[in-house]
């Protein structure tokens, strides 16, 4: 996916992914990437997180940084007010295709986590799962299946998150339901954000996506925009955007996307992107 993105020459909107890009892989921020916020303030460039996370997963640290710039969420279908915590839109993924891939999923053993715009469900989560969302601010809350059913006209995601020693037989059974599902011509799409965790979203949605329904939000085209990203699911973020920066520790697809490459996140690659090309 090549860079197709023109720079307005304006920057009106800056996006990052957080995991492994605006945050380090030890989980801290470099200091150099909050001078680089402070920069993007003091502009007055508004500034989103652009991530596969829910709400609760990144609230905390969109607190911190004092971000009042709706965010995206769940690769894009969801964007949400951090000021009131009101979901401005969101993007259901189809009570019918929700249905397929939880059943499909279930039967294969696995724990399906079924995701709304603002919280996590899933029917008695196992450890692992709930071990691999914890790394990621994430939490699944407890449902019967009756009650958990009840919430796939709001579901904007499916996540299955499985620890490394699995991945083969997850990897097959997710493919299975993918084959099944297109064979009973229902429309889908989904991303690996990790080795171990596979998302399942609405067909068409994307991180790009969710930027083009912020820009109508904040009043700018995609070409003024300034996304930087590290993994497959940031790809097309990186191309669509006027500037596109994958930082140096980002998957070979986002590095193709994008139109410069940056220092790695535990080098402070969003604060080049930032000082280098805004």
């Known amino acids: 996916m090549p860079h197709i993105g023109h720079f307005s020459g304006s920057c009106k909107l800056v996006v990052t992914d957080i995991d492994f890009t605006f945050v380090g892989g030890s989980k801290q921020i470099p200091p150099r990437n909050l001078q680089a916020l402070k920069a993007i303030k003091k502009a007055g460039i ?5 991530t596969g996370r829910y709400w609760h997963g990144i609230k905390e640290i969109v607190g911190q940084l004092s971000l009042t710039t709706p965010q995206i969420t769940d690769n894009g279908a969801t ?12 993007h259901p993924l189809g009570e019918e295709v929700a ?3 939880y059943d499909s999923f279930r039967a294969d053993g696995l724990c ?8 996590y469900f899933a029917v008695a989560p196992d450890d692992m799962s ?7 601010n994430e939490h699944a809350i407890p449902l019967p299946e009756k009650e958990l059913r009840a919430l796939f006209p ?4 499916i996540t299955l998150y499985v620890e490394n020693a699995r991945i083969p037989a997850f990897r097959d059974a997710v493919e299975k339901a993918r084959r099944t599902a297109t064979k009973a011509n229902l429309s889908f799409g989904g991303f690996y954000t990790e080795a171990g965790i596979f998302t399942l979203n609405a067909a068409g949605i994307d991180k790009l996506g969710g930027v083009k329904d912020l820009c109508h ?5 995609l070409d003024d925009v300034l996304a930087i990203g590290d993994g497959d699911n940031d790809a097309a973020m990186l191309s669509g955007c006027g500037l596109g920066c994958a930082v140096a520790n980002a998957t070979p697809a986002a590095k193709q996307a994008a139109s410069h490459v940056v220092a790695s996140c535990d080098d402070a690659g969003f604060a080049e992107a930032v000082f280098n090309y805004l």
Do not use: Q, S, W
């Open 99 to 101: 249905a397929h891939f």
């Open 154 to 157: 709001t579901c904007v995601k």
């Open 46 to 50: 508004p500034l989103a997180i652009a």
């Open 79 to 90: 964007i949400i007010d951090p000021r009131d915590e009101k979901v401005i839109l969101f």
């Open 217 to 221: 939000v904040v009043g700018c085209n």
């Open 130 to 136: 709930v071990a691999i969302m914890k790394i990621h």
């Open 112 to 119: 399906p986590v079924v995701g709304t715009p603002m919280d």
